[in-house]
């Protein structure tokens, strides 16, 4: 069977967008059927028997998008495999670590539950200073004045092969 997939994500400069795109890319190789779509683009998921929602993470909130998608599909999201990430924090180490632990902002954390989410993941972010708006560089320099790629690609190409193992077991190496 060919998993129809879809990969919906929430960037706000394009980072996380990326990682959705590397996602995809990797269960594609794998045979699945993959529609990648920001998620205020997605109007419906019935069509497909499997979903990754990912999240970038500004000051420990999910973008609104994915918060909505999240909302909004909730009911369906119950009767598939989903899984969700986040992609945010910057510097070296475990991202976890660097956000006091969590993978999923709190507020999210009850629907991810009511819609038993396969696994939720946490991976580290990108930041272009040039791109960001006077407000968020602000904000980033609090935090990262530097600013910087800390993206794990093999993380996340990791990941995306550990959900081809769980919907085609028989490709899974």
């Known amino acids: 069977m060919s998993y129809r997939v879809l990969v919906a994500y929430a960037s706000k400069y394009?980072?996380?967008?990326?990682?959705?795109?590397?996602?995809?890319?990797?269960?594609?190789?794998?045979?699945?059927?993959?529609?990648?779509?920001?998620?205020?683009?997605?109007?419906?998921?019935?069509?497909?028997?499997?979903?990754?929602?990912?999240?970038?993470?500004?000051?420990?909130?999910?973008?609104?998008?994915?918060?909505?998608?999240?909302?909004?599909?909730?009911?369906?999201?119950?009767?598939?495999?989903?899984?969700?990430?986040?992609?945010?924090?910057?510097?070296?180490?475990?991202?976890?670590?660097?956000?006091?632990?969590?993978?999923?902002?709190?507020?999210?954390?009850?629907?991810?539950?009511r819609i038993h989410a396969r696994d939720i993941m946490l991976f580290h972010g990108a930041i272009d200073i040039s791109k960001l708006n006077l407000v968020d560089r602000q904000i980033v320099k609090e935090f990262n004045p530097a600013g910087g790629d800390f993206r794990d690609w093999e993380a996340i190409a990791q990941w995306a092969v550990s959900i081809v193992a769980s919907l085609r077991p028989e490709v899974a190496e």
Do not use: C
Not at 27 to 49: H, I, M, N, Q, Y
Not at 69 to 91: C, H, N, Q, T
């Open 14 to 113: 394009g980072a996380t967008a990326e990682i959705a795109r590397k996602i995809a890319d990797v269960l594609g190789s794998a045979g699945l059927s993959v529609t990648v779509l920001p998620a205020e683009k997605v109007t419906d998921v019935t069509p497909f028997e499997a979903v990754i929602l990912g999240s970038a993470v500004y000051i420990g909130n999910w973008r609104q998008e994915a918060v909505k998608f999240l909302e909004d599909f909730r009911a369906p999201l119950a009767k598939i495999p989903v899984w969700l990430f986040s992609s945010g924090p910057m510097g070296e180490g475990d991202p976890a670590t660097l956000v006091q632990g969590w993978h999923l902002p709190s507020a999210q954390q009850a629907i991810a539950d």
